[in-house]
T-cell receptor
């Protein structure tokens, strides 16, 4: 079945540092790819998405590009803020499956 | 406001009791999902439903049951057969299954279930 593998952390960075969270996937066909963010005690919020190869999703300074050749969807941000402290999940849907499949999540802490 | 609502936010259950978690959406979405979240485990799929009156088991369905009698509602029952029910439960909905471009899922705020 489809699966998502992502960096698990936890990761601690200083404010204004560069962030990369790796995500690779296994799926048949052409899934849609997502990054979700979860703040403490809350549900998940969609951060960005890409629905076809070479699409770039972006939001709040975060970016990720759908790379079919490497089956990857790495999340990047050039300068993190304390408010970016959260858990980040990579996910996919489609690609031969009805399920929405998540990676294990990565907890990010940003210190001032 | 359109959205997905879970209730209650906190729930306490005695061992051996069944308990039902509510999930309602007014987004006119066909697909709905239940996930369980434990520390260090990410999100694990319990059940999902692509259409009214139909649902499928996810990866950890044992000890849980669901119904989908209405498009808007997808309640989850945690039965006494679930040996370790203490967890954070998340409900989600999306427009439809594979083949639909705008298939992102929208999540409720979650229900934290504690067995006492």
């Amino acid at each position: 079945g489809n699966s998502v593998t992502q960096m698990e952390g936890p990761v601690t960075l200083s404010e204004e540092a560069f962030l990369t969270i790796n995500c690779t996937y296994t799926a048949t066909g052409y899934p849609s790819l997502f990054w979700y963010v979860q703040y403490p005690g809350e549900g998940l919020q969609l951060l960005l998405k890409a629905t076809k190869a070479d699409d770039k999703g972006s939001n709040k300074g975060f970016e990720a590009t759908y790379r079919k050749e490497t089956t990857s969807f790495h999340l990047e941000k050039g300068s993190v803020q304390v408010s970016d402290s959260a858990v980040y999940f990579c996910a996919l849907m489609g690609g031969g499956s009805e399920k929405l499949v998540f990676g294990k999540g990565m907890k990010l802490t940003v210190n001032p | 406001d359109g959205g997905i609502t879970q209730s209650p936010k906190y729930l306490f259950r005695k061992e051996g009791q069944n308990v039902t978690l509510s999930c309602e959406q007014n987004l006119n979405h066909d697909a709905m999902y239940w996930y369980r979240q434990d520390p260090g485990q990410g999100l694990r799929l319990i059940y999902y439903s692509q259409i009214v009156n139909d649902f499928q088991k996810g990866d950890i369905a044992e000890g849980y049951s669901v119904s989908r009698e209405k498009k808007e509602s997808f309640p989850l029952t945690v039965t006494s057969a679930q040996k370790n029910p203490t967890a954070f439960y998340l409900c989600a909905s999306s427009i439809g299954g594979s083949g639909t471009e705008n298939t992102e899922a929208f999540f409720g705020q979650g229900t934290r279930l504690t067995v006492v």
